[in-house]
């Protein structure tokens, strides 16, 4: 059965820092994430993948590329695979945010507070909805090739709350670790989620 990978990007400065870069503020890889690619990258060979997708932001276009010089492959963008629009929290700490507003993260996925719309934050159903279109168009379009999609914790989320339908609760507490993979496969137009997380065993150790 041919699957489906997405790879969060890998470590970056904004995750070490802490702060809400969104989409269009420059975060690169810091030397552990470039690592944590470089695993996941000689961990894909195995799934000989045939065609890449990439979010158009800074750390994941160099997750990409280091994906891909390992596995002598090329990448395209797609702006399905963005990170979530962030609005006006763009530049804030992730502390902040939560002692200003409380836990405003676990209300993204409920998409049930005023203040994100205030905000001019993306809905986490907006994110489903274009994850959505790009899996169906994935699955018809390459019924018979094995993808590889690079992106953000939320696109990634977004995936698995389409196959599992998980409540706020569940999707906040559930953490995607950077370079990490979610392989999902797909038979008859039919995706069934495969695994979560998946990375070199020393990482489960050492994360």
């Known amino acids: ?18 702060l809400l870069v969104g989409r269009h503020i420059e ?8 690592q944590q690619v470089k695993d996941t990258g000689q961990h894909l060979k195995k799934l000989k993948i045939d065609r890449v997708y990439v979010s158009p932001v800074t750390r ?15 990448y395209q963008t797609d702006e399905r695979l963005y990170e979530i629009e962030l609005g006006d929290l763009v530049g804030m700490n992730y502390d902040d945010v939560i002692e200003k507003h409380g836990n405003l993260f676990l209300k ?3 998409g049930d507070d005023p203040i994100l719309d205030s905000y001019g934050i993306e809905s986490f159903s907006a994110v489903k909805k274009r994850i959505k279109n790009l899996l169906d168009e994935s699955m ?8 590889l999609f690079v992106t ?13 339908g998980l409540p706020p609760e569940s999707l ?7 370079a990490s993979m979610t392989i999902l496969k797909h038979e008859n137009g039919i995706l069934s989620l495969s695994g979560v997380n998946v990375m070199g ?6 994360e």
């Open 60 to 74: 994941t276009i160099e997750t990409a590329k280091i994906i891909c010089e390992i596995n002598d492959l090329q």
């Open 1 to 18: 059965m041919p699957l489906i990978a997405f790879v969060r990007h890998g470590e970056a400065d904004n995750n070490v820092k802490r």
């Open 152 to 164: 953000h914790l939320d696109p990634i989320k977004a995936a698995v709350s389409i196959m599992l």
């Open 108 to 110: 993204f996925y409920s």
């Open 201 to 206: 065993f020393h990482r489960y150790i050492d």
């Open 140 to 147: 018809k379009d390459y019924p018979d090739k094995n993808l």
């Open 172 to 178: 906040y507490g559930w953490h995607i670790r950077n």
């Open 27 to 34: 975060s690169h890889l810091t030397e552990r994430g470039i």
